[in-house]
């Protein structure tokens, strides 16, 4: 009988350990669990801070191109010359010159008469001949200045392109004669401007070189 006693006890304490491990077992399963989920952000919080991220520089972007654009658009604008009312009354009255081959347009009075033209020369003559402007797309070294002197130059724009224009008095052969040079390269192709008028006098001449003036501002190469 002590010995059934004994095997009856020894099950019951066998039973009792196996319980309690299981016991300890769970509940270190369950702690472990939680404690996993606490220090690990959900696949759900990942995709949100994701999108954030991605939602913010999209928009840092969006400014940024907006920048760009505004910028680029001041300073296109910025460039555009301005004309007094006299000048848009006059140029109502002048005609349009296209050279498609290099995507150069500018206005001249209508009277005047093209002499010439090609896609890399145009020479335009007015007042019986007196004054000719003429366009060249060439390097300056290539054309003739030795019957000419520089007497004076000032600053201007011509094309959204700041440049200098020069003004030539001429002598021997070209004596009785002056002419303006402006040079520019556009889209890394040279332009050469000029107009031949006659030297009669400061207050005369100086209206060809405001006339020469206006037709610098309608020049345009895209």
């Known amino acids: 009988m002590e010995t059934e006693s004994s095997k009856i006890k020894i099950i019951k304490w066998v039973s009792l350990a196996v319980a309690i491990l299981v016991i300890i077992g769970l509940g270190s399963y369950l702690y472990l669990s939680e404690k996993t989920n606490y220090f690990e952000p959900s696949k759900t919080n ?27 658009s001041t300073s296109q604008t910025s460039c555009q ?18 050279n498609k081959a290099y995507n150069l347009t500018f206005k ?8 010439y033209q090609e896609d890399k020369y145009i020479l335009l003559k007015g007042e019986k001949g007196s004054v000719s402007l003429q366009i060249t797309i060439a390097d300056r070294a290539v054309l003739n200045t030795e019957e000419f002197k520089k007497v004076s130059s000032k600053n201007v724009t011509v094309a959204c392109t700041p440049t200098t224009e020069t003004c030539y008095q001429g002598y021997g052969l070209s004596e009785g004669s002056n002419k303006n040079v402006v040079e520019i390269k556009k889209n890394n192709i040279p332009f050469v401007i000029e107009i031949f008028y006659p030297n009669i006098g400061a207050s005369l001449s100086s209206d ?8 610098l501002k309608t020049i345009e190469i895209k």
């Open 46 to 72: 990942q995709n949100s801070e994701t999108n954030n991220e991605q939602a913010n520089t999209n928009q840092t972007n969006e400014k940024e191109s907006n920048q760009n654009a505004t910028n680029t």
């Open 81 to 98: 010359p301005t004309y007094s009312n006299d000048e848009i009354e006059l140029l109502k009255t002048f005609a349009t010159y296209t």
């Open 108 to 115: 001249y009075p209508s009277e005047w008469t093209k002499v």
């Open 208 to 215: 060809y070189v405001e006339l020469f003036d206006l037709i």
